[in-house]
């Protein structure tokens, strides 16, 4: 897959995967509104910088995850000295991406597995939160998103399995920058609308559009790395 087209599918996948980001994220974006005043709570001009930042620092965490990912793909398969090493790990992320529509569609819950794995290092990190709240500014928003971009997330880790086979650290970092740009439009709004998008976050029918949605990518992801496999 052309570079640029493998940065608008993963901009699409976290689009149409923050039906599950509402629900991760929604007690943090909550929680930014904690301790202030109503003049500062219900005025947009001032909450907006907080959500601003805090999806900064939330998305910068991605991106160091995501080159990290792709750091160590890299060097796997440069080790390892497997023919077509790349295409088998694209085999593997392709899975997880299947993986990732049966889970946020509810049919399959494989993902959460990982996701307990994950909360066992999240219970180190987690405390850290504490020391910026109350949220009086932006920069104490934007170390909150610094922290809870590490947030055991399903979703999160079958892209970074995508990261893993992306050849390089820059593009794991573009990859999974460009997924963390994709779910910014659910969590800006969940800061108007939270009861509203809560409601349609829980909403079956929702949940397995938007599962169908990544299901069907990963399938085709799958049968044109299939493609590249049987050509070789």
Not at 110 to 132: C, R
Request: hydrophobic share 50%; net charge positive; with cysteine.
């Amino acid at each position: 897959m052309p570079p640029e087209l493998t940065l608008i599918s993963a901009l699409l996948v976290g689009f149409f995967g923050s039906v599950h980001c509402i629900g991760m994220c929604s007690g943090i974006v909550g929680a930014l509104t904690i301790g202030q005043p109503d003049t500062i709570k219900y005025n947009p001009g001032i909450m907006l910088p907080y959500h601003v930042f805090y999806n900064l620092g939330r998305i910068f965490s991605y991106t160091i995850a995501g080159g990290i990912a792709g750091f160590i793909g890299s060097r796997l398969i440069h080790t390892a000295s497997l023919p077509h090493g790349q295409l088998v790990g694209m085999l593997i992320s392709d899975l997880f991406m299947i993986a990732l529509g049966l889970y946020i569609s509810g049919w399959w819950h494989g993902l959460a597995l990982l996701e307990k794995v994950g909360g066992l290092i999240w219970k180190t990190i987690q405390p850290a939160s504490k020391l910026f709240f109350p949220v009086r500014h932006s920069w104490q928003a934007l170390m909150l998103g610094l922290i809870w971009g590490w947030l055991p997330c399903g979703m999160v880790y079958a892209v970074l399995a995508w990261s893993l086979s992306a050849g390089s650290t820059i593009q794991g970092a573009m990859l999974m920058t460009a997924f963390g740009i994709g779910t910014l439009p659910a969590l800006f709004a969940l800061g108007a609308f939270a009861k509203w998008l809560d409601d349609l976050r829980t909403h079956s029918r929702v949940r397995q559009a938007a599962g169908v949605v990544i299901l069907s990518f990963g399938l085709w992801l799958i049968f044109d790395t299939g493609q590249h496999l049987a050509n070789m």
